[in-house]
């Protein structure tokens, strides 16, 4: 039996080999960080030109896992989930429609294709249902439909927010809060940390909110302002993650809990967004924020 001197000693070793380790903190008894991933809607135009190419180079720069969001029109699902697997990179989530009525089928086919079990509602454009409760509770509906869906086909259902369930009011209380309260537990939340602080939330404060349900976050960077052209898909420029007014190791610290995936993403960008890309991933990454999984 171990004399309690021993004990230290090898507590103490533990947390020094932690320390040293990529993505761990100093302690054993606090989980590793979340999963490094990238959203493909980041690089759409370079991927519109040269698809082929695009993927070869984000493998070259150490992408592993992508998050899959709209192809062009030449692309077929069986030539991108081809291309991704030939590059080694695999699919942490996908971004997809409801899947209702005729779009069940497309929801299971990009599933199939990408081997993927997280499938998430990309949340675009904003619904006017949200202006009210009566519209909320009635999307909440439907939310509620396509998780049960997704259940009974092995797949788990999320959600992705914009600025619009933060900004807007369902009755007395924000749509997010509705939201978080009335949809299924088997509902996990992809909680965009930029549209959160354009909306005049801390994202940090909302992803301690979610807890257990936050399971993938978006990380960008860059103003994060709300000006009225952002209802017209025309964003202020984003910039690589820690460049801009996020608060990234107060989010890196409420994420360790629960979160199991940071995904980078750059709706729009000045100058080459490959270098963006890199300059997040080294961020995110020499800091402890994330790990390659």
């Not at 610290?253 to 270098?275: H, S």
């Amino acid at each position: 039996m171990s004399t309690r001197r021993q004990f230290l000693r090898e507590a103490s070793l533990v947390s020094l080999a932690l320390a040293s380790k990529p993505g761990a903190f100093a302690s054993p008894f606090i989980k590793t960080a979340p999963k490094l991933s990238l959203q493909l809607y980041t690089v759409r135009n370079e991927i519109e030109k040269d698809f082929e190419g695009s993927v070869d180079k984000l493998a070259a720069m150490g992408v592993r896992h992508v998050e899959t969001a709209f192809w062009p029109k030449h692309i077929s699902l069986q030539q991108a989930a081809d291309a991704l697997k030939k590059a080694g990179i695999k699919v942490s989530s996908c971004h997809i429609e409801i899947p209702v009525g005729d779009k069940k089928d497309i929801f299971l086919e990009t599933a199939r294709a990408f081997d993927c079990k997280k499938m998430i509602w990309h949340g675009w454009p904003e619904d006017k249902r949200y202006s009210s409760l009566e519209g909320t509770k009635e999307l909440i509906g439907i939310y509620n439909e396509a998780s049960r869906f997704a259940k009974e086909n092995g797949l788990q259902f999320g959600l992705h927010n914009h600025w619009w369930e933060y900004r807007n009011k369902a009755g007395d209380r924000p749509v997010y809060e509705w939201l978080l309260q009335e949809t299924s537990p088997d509902i996990f939340f992809e909680l965009d940390t930029y549209w959160i602080k354009t909306a005049g939330f801390d994202p940090a404060t909302i992803i301690q909110k979610f807890g257990k349900r936050a399971r993938l976050l978006h990380m960008k960077d860059g103003p994060a302002q709300w000006h009225p052209s952002l209802a017209e898909d025309n964003p202020d420029p984003m910039v690589a993650v820690g460049k801009g007014t996020q608060n990234i190791p107060a989010i890196a610290k409420a994420a360790l809990a629960n979160v199991e995936w940071m995904v980078i993403e750059m709706d729009k960008v000045n100058g080459d967004p490959f270098a963006a890309i890199k300059e997040s991933r080294d961020y995110l990454l020499q800091h402890g924020f994330a790990t390659e999984g």
